[in-house]
């Protein structure tokens, strides 16, 4: 079992033995035989085939992305443990490289599949539940699809064009190194480090936690912007220049398999509701003794010192938080610490932010965050286990399917991290800590719902912006005005904050990303107020949620759940329970 009494590095040993080299020599050459085998069913692809053979070759197909996919996670997992390895760093080139060229080698089968006459598509659909999904799926994208030459050179290109300049913004951050002072001491810092002075009691080094952020990052600003300018400038030319999408969020929305209009409607509610977090903002700017929160304040702790929790503490709590709500739950991230797939240890290079990694059905997720001992630290790591046991619950499905898609994929993070909190909740009885908590969760609703969705707002205009020929500064302006709509008259935000878009990974990594994060935690609210009416009546129907993966729609997932997601009142719902919160709090 691992240590679970201080934050380890993870093992990789599940996905590639020792040596290295070998393995991957050996798994590529296996690879290179499958390719091989798949392509000689390229003659067989015709509208005479029987529903048995193309069975057969879909299978085929199958088991050559799962083997493709073990390998991309171990470049992906190796290179996050250290950007700044250079071994780690060729060897995610190389696999990166080599699965570009055998998705090449596959490409026709999933074109023939978008090209189907639809009599032959259902002629041939299998009985298989999540194979039969799976072909839908693709089928979907049949209208933004090129011609399979052109395919492949937008994979061919994308490998060491837009996608190596995405990883050059992620050496480039990762490597920065931050100044602080503190307690007259200089202190070097990482940016996951310097991250925790947002929350100190000390409103001068709150704001000098995030002056030093973006005095750092605006040293960077030119480089750092002109990759922004060509990663949106790419998205435009393929996404809607080359594929014709309607608009730059709706290929996103596509792999979502989330309608615009939902997501619109999404979006808009988020955006009326601006005036609730405004309110809260207001209500602890009196409790911290200001006349005006500043931005530097929004996730000041209102008693002297956030409260310390040792990595095995915070382990307990969550084990025990989920047990109470079912043990499988428990024992399901028990697994994941069990198979040292956690990696949590603070140490220079590592990849910043937290996720989980569900690699293929087979195999336990891996998790990494670095773990400092404050609080959030402890919802994050709630959340990312919510993740591992999302994965393990939907390992009895296809690895085409058991993914959900990103939306759904926030449910059971967002739900662990609930149950947390509600935990902690139910035994505190002192009013003033149970404030404390209750703005904690607030301040979390903010980060996890407010700010991403307007992430995304402030994503759309910045396309637009770009496209139309707009300058960084213009972008800066835009970034302001975004947090100025947010936060009205309630927050005060210093000019620095215009450099906030090149701070922020998913930007750059995967564009229209963050709306998921406001519709998980919305839904999951939702969930949790209906948990809270059926008690343990509820636990089954939300197992099966989560077990479901990415074997069907989510529109149907959800409806079937007794949630209509296409109207605002569904979303308003939502903001409603968060709105009783921050009664429940002026009123102790």
Request: charge should be negative.
């Amino acid at each position: 079992m691992a240590d679970t009494l201080s934050p380890q590095r993870w093992s990789l040993d599940d996905l590639l033995p020792e040596p290295i080299d070998q393995s991957i020599a050996a798994a590529l050459a296996d690879l290179d035989a499958a390719a091989t085998a798949f392509e000689a069913q390229r003659e067989r692809l015709t509208d005479a085939l029987s529903p048995d053979e193309f069975l057969a070759i879909l299978r085929q197909y199958e088991a050559m992305v799962d083997r493709a996919q073990r390998l991309y996670a171990y470049g992906y997992l190796r290179f996050s443990e250290d950007t700044q390895d250079q071994t780690a760093l060729s060897i995610r080139d190389r696999l990166d490289q080599a699965l570009t060229a055998l998705e090449n080698r596959g490409l026709f089968f999933t074109l023939w599949l978008k090209a189907l006459p639809e009599e032959t598509a259902a002629r041939l659909m299998p009985s298989d539940n999540d194979l039969a999904y799976f072909v839908a799926n693709v089928r979907k994208f049949q209208p933004y699809t090129l011609s399979e030459a052109e395919e492949r050179v937008i994979n061919l290109k994308d490998t060491n064009g837009i996608e190596a300049i995405g990883n050059l913004y992620q050496m480039i951050v990762s490597a920065l190194a931050f100044n602080l002072e503190v307690d007259g001491e200089t202190k070097r810092l990482s940016r996951d480090q310097l991250g925790t002075y947002y929350h100190h009691p000390s409103p001068d080094l709150r704001a000098a936690a995030y002056q030093e952020l973006y005095r750092v990052y605006t040293g960077q600003s030119a480089v750092l912007a002109q990759i922004y300018a060509h990663i949106v400038r790419d998205w435009h030319d393929e996404q809607q220049t080359l594929r014709g999408y309607p608009a730059a969020i709706s290929s996103r929305n596509l792999n979502n398999d989330i309608p615009d209009a939902v997501v619109e409607v999404l979006l808009d509610v988020c955006r009326r509701n601006n005036s609730l977090f405004q309110r809260y903002f207001r209500l602890k700017a009196g409790w911290l003794g200001l006349d005006k929160l500043r931005r530097y304040d929004l996730y000041a702790p209102l008693t002297p010192a956030d409260r310390s929790y040792p990595y095995g503490d915070a382990l307990t709590l969550i084990l025990d938080s989920l047990n109470r709500f079912d043990p499988r739950t428990a024992e399901l991230v028990q697994r994941v610490i069990d198979a040292d797939h956690v990696d949590a240890e603070p140490r220079p290079g590592k990849r910043g932010g937290a996720f989980c990694y569900a690699v293929a059905p087979d195999l336990t997720p891996w998790v990494m965050m670095t773990y400092n001992g404050q609080a959030r630290d402890m919802a994050t790591l709630a959340h990312e286990f919510g993740h591992a046991i999302h994965g393990l619950l939907a390992a009895n499905h296809s690895p085409l399917t058991f993914h959900a898609s990103l939306p759904l994929a926030e449910t059971a993070s967002v739900f662990s991290e609930i149950l947390l909190t509600d935990r902690l909740l139910k035994e505190e009885r002192d009013p003033a800590v149970r404030r404390d908590m209750l703005a904690y969760a607030l301040d979390d609703a903010y980060v996890t719902v407010q700010r991403q969705a307007n992430f995304t707002l402030f994503e759309r205009e910045a396309h637009r912006l770009i496209q139309a020929g707009a300058t960084p500064d213009d972008i800066c302006v835009a970034c302001l005005g975004n947090l100025r709509n947010q936060f009205g008259d309630a927050v005060e935000v210093a000019d620095e904050f215009r450099w906030e878009w090149i701070t922020v990974p998913h930007f750059y990594a995967t564009p229209f990303y963050t709306y998921a994060y406001s519709f998980g935690q919305l839904f999951v609210l939702a969930l949790y107020e209906q948990y809270k009416r059926e008690g343990e009546a509820f636990v089954p129907r939300y197992l099966k949620l989560l077990s479901t993966g990415g074997s069907a729609e989510p529109i149907r997932v959800l409806q079937e759940a007794g949630f209509d997601v296409t109207t605002p009142e569904f979303w308003q719902g939502a903001y409603d329970a968060l709105a009783a919160m921050l009664d429940e709090l002026e009123g102790l």
